[in-house]
């Protein structure tokens, strides 16, 4: 299974991206999704995730309510769209997989992903 995560670039504090990852090379539903991001000189940390199915998505206390994370099942992409940018959003996102049995309960851990994007830089000015 392969991603693809594209759609970084820079902006200005309280602007807006939005993040897509292609996966290619599984089958696209037996999978839920993440998006994990790492800022310089700290760990990489969840930002959200999405079940296989798209009913059900988590959020990182410091982003909910201004980002939105969705999936594509027919043109296999997941998204994040990140509104209302903060200069602490600034660190490199990453789009990881998991397989559809895995629990719900473990979807915010870095462990719990099989699979993971090579990663796209997002900056947010002050």
């Known amino acids: 299974v392969q991603l693809q995560a594209s759609g970084g670039g820079l902006t200005q504090a309280g602007g807006s991206l939005r993040l897509t990852c292609a996966v290619s090379?599984?089958?696209?539903?037996?999978?839920?999704m993440g998006w994990f991001r790492q800022a310089p000189g700290k760990e990489r940390e969840f930002v959200a995730a999405?079940?296989?199915?798209?009913?059900?998505?988590w959020y990182a206390d410091s982003v909910k309510g201004r980002f939105t994370i969705s999936r594509d099942n027919a043109r296999n992409t997941v998204s994040l769209q990140m509104n209302s940018l903060k200069p602490e959003d600034t660190a490199v996102y990453y789009c990881?997989?998991?397989?559809?049995?895995?629990?719900?309960?473990?979807?915010?851990?870095?462990?719990?992903?099989?699979?993971w994007g090579q990663g796209t830089q997002v900056t947010v000015s002050s």
């Open positions: 999405i079940s296989y199915t798209g009913g059900r998505t």
């Open positions: 090379g599984g089958t696209f539903m037996h999978y839920g």
């Open positions: 990881a997989a998991t397989r559809v049995n895995t629990p719900y309960t473990t979807y915010y851990f870095i462990q719990t992903y099989d699979y």
